[in-house]
């Protein structure tokens, strides 16, 4: 059963009424990573999605849309980790209508943004130290680079998706010096059509593995013409672990 203590406020204002948890399910695969590598063992349970840390061995619980909230419930956490953007209104309410706790963390629009949702999650959520990963992350994204070229980043297709407003991955691309041609959108992830995307004035398209899987052979003939190039998902988009490596990756 969830532990009982002082609340604190999760990044939506939300009281979460747990101190230390020993059971935690992640409903995230970024924060998931963040959670396993900082210390192991505390999640009992993860998406089908969480790939990561590659060691990783915990009860699978569905995808993060689409969770099975009774597998959940079944692991008996004490505390269940979720996205605002990520996961749907509904399984956090019957999640919380079952007594469990749950910490939503927002929509990061930066790479601060982000790193300070995810040290609130670990110290003041779990209880944790402040894990090193995080404090290189801060330090290498810090700085930023001149503007060397500007980009759309499409993020699915059928129908196009790309990145727009107040995006982290907008401001990991921005902080390498590419710019988004997109960034000034109404909508954090318009939808184009495809003759609009072409007739953009960009030097480089970014096609991430995730949420598409664009390949050389998928995405690329969309775009005739124009330089692209293909990047990890996990890179570009998670806010955690992965950022250490993704500045030397992606630059």
């Known amino acids: 059963m969830p532990a009982s203590g002082s609340p604190t406020f999760d990044d939506l204002g939300e009281p979460v009424p747990v ?4 059971r935690v399910v992640s409903l995230v695969p970024s924060l998931t990573d963040a959670i396993e590598t900082s210390a192991p063992g505390l999640l009992v349970g993860a998406t089908d999605y969480c790939t990561h840390p590659p060691t990783l061995n915990v009860a699978r619980v569905g995808g993060s849309k689409y969770p ?5 419930l079944d692991l008996q956490p004490d505390l269940v980790v979720a996205n605002a953007e990520e996961n749907r ?12 706790p749950v ?30 990963w995080l404090v290189e992350a ?6 930023t680079t001149r503007m060397r070229m500007r980009a759309i980043i499409p993020v699915w297709r059928r129908p196009w998706v790309v990145i727009g407003r107040d995006t982290f991955a907008g401001d990991v691309l921005l902080r390498l010096g590419v710019a988004n041609v997109y960034s000034d959108h109404s909508e954090r992830y318009p939808r184009p059509k495809l003759a609009e995307l072409q007739s953009q004035d960009v030097d480089l398209v970014v096609l991430p593995d ?4 664009f390949t050389a052979s998928d995405g690329p003939e969309s775009f005739p013409g124009i330089p692209y190039v293909l990047v990890s998902g996990r890179h570009l988009t998670w806010c955690g672990p992965s950022l250490v490596a993704a500045r030397r990756l992606l630059d």
Do not use: K
Request: charged fraction near 20%.
């Open 19 to 22: 101190s230390s948890p020993v």
């Open 210 to 213: 995730e949420p598409y899987l």
């Open 89 to 100: 209104p509904e399984d956090v309410d019957q999640l919380r209508a079952n007594g469990i």
């Open 68 to 72: 099975d909230v009774t597998r959940v």
């Open 103 to 132: 910490w939503v963390t927002s929509a990061a629009t930066s790479v601060p943004d982000g790193l300070r949702s995810v040290r609130r999650l670990l110290t003041q959520g779990l209880g944790l130290t402040q894990p090193g």
């Open 138 to 143: 801060e330090e290498l994204w810090s700085a």
